[in-house]
């Protein structure tokens, strides 16, 4: 827009001069007395300026705001917000407007972040900030990124002389603080998710008291790691060894799993077979009682009759196991012993012969 304001203001100046010059060329002409130039100049100098103010009026008056902006406009020191996009007027001379960029906008800290963002804040002395001290009193090296935005323009331009400065040290205050109450190995490894949530909240809850327009957005841990080689291999070892400790864990756990409910298939399984034999052996001693009761009735009945049904019985019982040995009287030789079983053995395999020839 300048250029084109200068473009036109050189066009505008040279045409007046050519009008001039012409319209001064033709009253010489006709007059004949070359001493009014002088004036004709002074006035064609005049025009040109009257030109220059007025262009200037008409494209000072207005302006436009992106998508991503907003506007300050300032009128006699009094400073009120513009949001809407687009093409807006102003008054010249009188009012100025400053205009603020409301997306998301990021630095690092504690390390050079140039691919991000033209702003890192490394420490007044050119050192980086990472270094930091835990609860343990040990020192570790941890690098952020902050994200923030513009939420109240007018704050964010008068409130503060910058806001952006502001907001980093208060972010390097929270940080040290918070780093400073963990241990060395929550840092390192479990705690960084509760560790980025407590720092956002602090940055938050102080940026809201100072009240300088801006509003954070997120801020993350890039890197967190020992300052010297040996450490960090050290580390290093003990975060692989923190691993292998939690798959170990949760193999155990996954054979827990797999075991307990074979082991409890298991434990069902016998309970019922002993509730099984359990129940059998009390049917099979209530059939015995009930046996018994039976035969002491009939006993009560018929003594003599039963004691020989029931000698008869346990004589079919005892005797086809026996081996019987036939022997001489008493005093006198020992007689042969007379193997009944082979000759019972003999008397069944001559059966089964005379049985077989029969039915060939």
Known sequence: MDNEFERTMNDAANAAKEAFSKRNGKKNKKSGKPGNAPKKILTGIAVAVLIFVAAQVILGSFYTIAEEEQAVVCTFGQASAVTTPGLHFKIPFVQTVDKVNTTIQGFAIGYSSDEYSDVNYNGSSGIADGMMI?????????DFYLEYRVIDPVKAMYASQDPELILANVAQNCIRTTIGSYGVDSVLTTGKNEIQSNIKQMIIDKIDKLDIGVQLVNITIQDAEPPTDTVIAAFKSVETAK????????NANKYRNEQIPNAQA???RIIQDAEAEKQARINEANGQVARFNSMYDEYTK????TKQRMFYETMEDVLPGLKIVISGGEGGDVEKILPLD??????DTTDNTDSTKEEE
């Open 266 to 268: 298991e434990a069902d």
């Open 134 to 142: 835990t609860s343990d009193y040990n020192f570790i090296e941890v």
């Open 243 to 250: 691993q292998g400790k939690e798959t170990a864990l949760n």
């Open 342 to 347: 082979s000759f019972t053995a003999d008397d």
């Open 302 to 305: 018929y003594p003599l009759i």
